[in-house]
């Protein structure tokens, strides 16, 4: 059981947009900032958002997050196929003092 | 560019400890902000965080764990060494390394597979 709370699943067409929802409580989500991950078997996970809605460098405009309250979104538009991968929201949670993470969405790219 | 690699033994018994080592380039864990912070994800699971160790030797694990985990860092030679202690089939899992500035955990190893079993 996570800490934070994330659809095990979603799907959509190339092209298309999709959304992925983390959600916490205020001891982890609604006290920070929130970072999300993509994981692909084999390769290094890679931040994609930091500070809820910040990009790194080289992350396309593609990807975008959002917060409110004690919940985040990471949207995804104009899905490719290399898309397809594991995606984990985590954050710094002030009463386990501990960073925790959703369980991971899977992203099939139809 | 930053990089990192895990290290170590992919096929650990139960009751043994285990030895991951992180080396890394890119950065200096002897500048201020700088980190090196362990993860690790079981098969189809959650990722969960470990330990962090930072430029000036402060030191943090996950609570759960603590008793088990040491972290160390060599300055000298790039590395960030992670021990478990009292492995269990349930330590089971690919266990990461990761760059930290600041709280943001920037750039990944590739991860290495660990399995418990005797």
């Known amino acids: 059981q996570s800490v934070l709370t994330q659809p095990p699943s979603v799907s959509a067409a190339p092209g298309q947009k999709v959304t992925i929802s983390c959600s916490g409580s205020i001891s982890n989500i609604g006290k920070g900032f929130v970072s999300w991950y993509q994981l692909i078997p084999g390769t290094a996970p890679k931040l994609l958002i930091y500070e809820s809605s910040k990009r790194p460098s080289g992350i396309p405009d593609r990807f975008s997050g959002s917060k409110s309250g004690t919940s985040v979104t990471l949207a995804i538009t104009g899905l490719q196929a290399g898309d397809e991968a594991d995606y984990f929201c985590g954050t710094w949670d002030t009463s386990l003092s501990l960073w925790v993470f959703g369980g991971g969405t899977k992203l099939t790219v139809l | 560019q930053i990089t990192l690699k895990e290290s170590g033994p992919t096929l650990v018994k139960p009751t043994q400890t285990l030895t991951q080592t992180c080396t890394f380039s890119?950065?200096?864990?002897?500048?201020?902000?700088?980190?090196v912070a362990w993860f690790r994800q079981p098969p189809g699971k959650a990722l969960e965080w470990l330990a962090l160790?930072?430029?000036?030797?402060?030191?943090r694990y996950s609570p759960s764990l603590k008793s088990r985990l040491t972290i160390t860092k060599d300055t000298s030679k790039n590395q960030v060494v992670l021990t478990l202690t009292n492995m269990d089939p349930v330590d089971t899992a690919t266990y990461y390394c990761?760059?930290?500035?600041?709280?943001?955990?920037?750039?990944w190893g590739q991860g290495t597979p660990v399995t418990v079993s005797s």
């Open positions: 890119g950065f200096s864990l002897t500048s201020p902000g700088e980190g």
């Open positions: 160790i930072y430029w000036d030797d402060d030191r």
């Open positions: 990761t760059h930290v500035r600041g709280t943001l955990f920037d750039f």
